[in-house]
T-cell receptor
Framework: KNEVEQSPQNLTAQEGEFITINCSYS?????LHWLQQHPGGGIVSLFM???GKKKHGRLIATINIQEKHSSLHITASHPRDSAVYIC?????????????FGSGTQLTVLP | EPEVTQTPSHQVTQMGQEVILRCVPI?????FYWYRQILGQKVEFLVS????????KSEIFDDQFSVERPDGSNFTLKIRSTKLEDSAMYFC????????????FGPGTRLTVT
């Protein structure tokens, strides 16, 4: 069974701090998504990666396929970064490419 | 930028009623998905759809649920006889093509069953 675990579940930071959210998964994957969910409920895809590292603005995502682990980093955090960050994976071998989701990390950035 | 749209944004229905949630995926996408998120819980996979048929479904997707792509643009999720536990946010998503894994999400429909 494919399990996706995230840590921490909740994270409170001061504006400007460097933030790391971790994700580990239990099966081989084809790809991993980092998603952002705001209080209204909508989901936005931040990154999709299958190896290495991606950077977009102040966000950096890394993945280690051998260790089955990914991290999302936010540099110079800002209150507008406050949201739930969700890791989701596509298990390798399947044809349907559906996502299996972690429980999310609630990030609150205080001014 | 093309986007996945969903209607309605919020649906309130009485237990036992049928509901149809609608999604318009990005026009040249080929793989379609429904996910749901019960309040306070993780997002769960319901069903995937490709080439006008279900390609995979989860244990949640029982006989009360059905999906259709009736006109080549809309992608619908029907719940035949809603239960209180069907109250959730329902997300539609799509993928461009076979070589891609990047999913594009709609804004969701919040279903409340009373």
């Amino acid at each position: 069974k494919n399990e996706v675990e995230q840590s921490p579940q909740n994270l409170t930071a001061q504006e400007g701090e460097f933030i790391t959210i971790n994700c580990s998964y239990s099966v081989g994957i084809s790809a991993l998504h980092w998603l952002q969910q705001h209080p209204g409920g909508g989901i936005v895809s931040l990154f999709m990666l299958s190896s290495g590292k991606k950077k977009h603005g102040r966000l950096i995502a890394t993945i280690n396929i051998q260790e089955k682990h990914s991290s999302l980093h936010i540099t110079a955090s800002h209150p507008r970064d406050s949201a739930v960050y969700i890791c989701a994976v596509i298990a390798s071998g399947g044809s349907a490419r559906q996502l299996t989701f972690g429980s999310g990390t609630q990030l609150t950035v205080l001014p | 930028e093309p986007e996945v749209t969903q209607t309605p944004s919020h649906q309130v229905t009485q237990m036992g009623q049928e509901v149809i949630l609608r999604c318009v995926p990005i026009s040249n996408h080929l793989y379609f998905y429904w996910y749901r998120q019960i309040l306070g819980q993780k997002v769960e996979f319901l069903v995937s759809f490709y080439n006008n048929e279900i390609s995979e479904k989860s244990e949640i997707f029982d006989d009360q649920f059905s999906v259709e792509r009736p006109d080549g643009s809309n992608f619908t999720l029907k719940i035949r006889s809603t239960k209180l536990e069907d109250s959730a946010m329902y997300f539609c998503a799509s993928i461009l093509q076979g070589s891609s894994y990047e999913q594009y999400f709609g804004p969701g429909t919040r279903l409340t069953v009373t």
